[in-house]
């Protein structure tokens, strides 16, 4: 009785342990749907603040992870403002001042026009399997999807998080929440894709929420409006003389 | 008596001369250090109150949740119509909106990239409209270099960080900061001219702009992040009834950009430091008197060991115990008064050097945290006229008392016989 005991616990925990995929290669897999060799996309984003709520427009440029373009169509007061980002160099120019100022060192830290995001994340390298180490450790229903819950660790020193905890769409590999920590293991942000839209063979997000949980405030919403893959981008788009035009 | 008292103690130096050296002595230190501390005292409210607090300070209350963040963000809005109000209502008063923001002060060279950046702490302040900031950041006297801004588009920097980032008169410079809102702000200026306050933590980063550039750099149109309220003069109770009655009308717990009133001393631990200031001086008052009546009780003993003759005769020829008793302590007063009128004019002679010449304690202040200028001053007040006799007599009169006793303690059967040897 004890033997097949013993055996009964051994397969239940076999069959467990071999229902969660390998963390990499989900991650990968989430690679492969969220990032493509360019994109050209309109979007949205509205600031949540304790005074109200502000709503940018925001055209952008992007071409594998290193290299993207975006510039603020609206509000008045934004509009014309251009960020450039070559490599880990990010550049803004701003239309009032007619300068062009990089962006480096403990300004990466600040939030980015506003909104919960910082200039930082927007350098972070896009592919997570990149910078990540991924183990499947839950799977749990969100939104009326079933999700595996992967925990990120960095495997690189220039993180911006240590770690992040991903809830992964386990049939569309989009990252339906996300919560980032820093070193001392603190909650610093969480986004959450509240609705996803599909294009071509991707589902891509189209509404999502980022929250700097040490800001009061309701969080940024990003909104893409229209996207376009794998379409030509001039390379005069990616140069600091685009800034200026 | 008094009369016989004063003639013995000028005629017999040796009674007189040794306690009104210690008590002169100190004295002058207590007339020296009372009125060091309250040009400290005066100097720290003065340049908090010019720099930070005013006398009264009106923010918003989610700003003052984060006050020493100075979150422009959760400032003050409508501005001019709560200046209008504040006039109304307290016509005694003057009130000034300010704009504190921190940002990058970018130089660029010829061709726009960045030359030289450094942080700087912004104030925005009414610069053309009166000269009541002019006056009250005593910009005419801090101005370094160049001129003061008379038109828009032109800064202040401190002398310190154009040093530092080879700044000249003229040269175009670009603070990058955020808006009300969060986004980026980026604002050319023209640097007009240099300042030096000799405040440590002013001299290190400031930037100083006229309030309307910075509102429309910031996107603050009519919002500030605080009005200060000025009296006449300073002073406290006003200060704390003002705020009470301001913070029942108009501060709503349920409106965090209701507004809300502190006065000077609530505000950045000046509780704290002025209490302990005052702490500091009794201490001191305290610490003196106890170790004068130490050093005066063994002079008197000495004393009447030295007129110990004297005193036999005197019990001898019938004075009483008591009366003798009560006259050491009447020549004490005699004494007391007598040096702390010297000590005290000797005090009040170095007081006054060191209110007008000061003492430069820059170099010991380099890396202060707090507003206080550089230079040290005393402040001669009524009191320091009188403070010195409070310890002088009470210290001299204390010390006769203790020693005095040794009277009681003669045996007037024994006097003749002492007289004798």
Redesign the interface.
Known sequence: MRKIFIIISLLIAITLFAEFPDGNELIRKVDDNMYSKNAVSTSRMIVHGRRGSRTMEIKSWAEGENRSFSEYLSPPRDAGTKMLKLEDKLWIYNPSSDRTIQISGHMLRQSMMGSDLSYEDMMEENELIKIYNAEVTEEEIINERDCWIVLLTAKVEDAAYQTKKVWIDKERYLPLREERFGKSGKLLKTTEIKEVFRIGKRWYPKNMVFKDVLKKGKGTEFIIDSIEFDVEIPESRFSKAALRK | MLKFLAKGLLRDRSRSLFPIMIIATGVIFTVLMYSWMMGFSTMFIRENARFETGHVKIVTR?YNELIDQKPY??GLMNVTEKIDMLTNEYPQMHWQPRIYFGG?L?L?DEN???LSQGEVIGFGVDLFSDSFELELLNLNEALSNGNLPFKQGEILISQEIADKLGININDKV?I?G??M????????FTVCGMVRFGVQAMDRGAVIVDISDVRWFL?MEDSASEILGFLPEYKEKPTLEIADVFNAKYNDEND??SDIMLPLRKQSNMEFMLDTMDDRLGMFIFVFIFIMSLVLWNSGLMNGIRRYGEIGVRLAIGESKGHIYRSLILESILIGIAATIIGTAIGLVFSYLLQYKGFDMGSLMKDAEIIMGSTMRAQVTPVSYYIGFIPGVIASVIGAIFSGIEIYKRNTAQLFKELET
């Open positions: 989610a963000d959760l990058l970018d660029p726009g990239e960045t670009t990058i955020s808006t809102y969060g986004s980026m702000a980026m604002n050319n996107d965090e950009f």
